[in-house]
């Protein structure tokens, strides 16, 4: 099992930039594929970007690209989301994820508040 705890949320201006991280308990965390996922308000939550153990990785939703770059140090049981240029539309909550065969682990989760 893994526990997740994210950080650095807040509140910024379009066209700014945050970056969250995602602290990771455990010594296995480089077996882990790390995700980071978001949930507008009334919205589906949606799987934003997710690295690999290797330290590859994909991203999920086409707005995001060239904007938000993942990252990860197994050594530090750590992953970052940064991200920039931000937009209106990427206000939402963020979460982390852990996902290793049938399990996935979620951190509680990060607001993001992107005003206009």
């Known amino acids: 099992q893994v526990q997740l705890v994210e950080s650095g949320g807040g509140l910024v201006q379009a066209g700014g930039s945050l970056t969250l991280s995602c602290a990771a308990s455990g010594s296995t965390f480089s077996t882990y594929t790390m995700g980071w996922f978001r949930q507008a308000p009334g919205k589906e939550r949606e799987s934003v970007e997710a690295?690999?153990?290797?330290?590859?990785?994909?991203v999920y939703v086409e707005s995001v690209k060239g904007r938000f770059t993942m990252s990860r140090d197994n050594t530090k049981n750590t992953m970052w989301l940064q991200m920039s240029s931000l937009k209106p539309e990427d206000t939402a909550v963020y979460y982390c994820?852990?996902?290793?065969?049938?399990?996935?682990?979620w951190g509680q989760g990060t607001q993001v508040t992107v005003s206009s």
């Open positions: 690295t690999w153990g290797s330290g590859g990785s994909t």
């Open positions: 994820s852990a996902e290793r065969g049938p399990f996935t682990y």
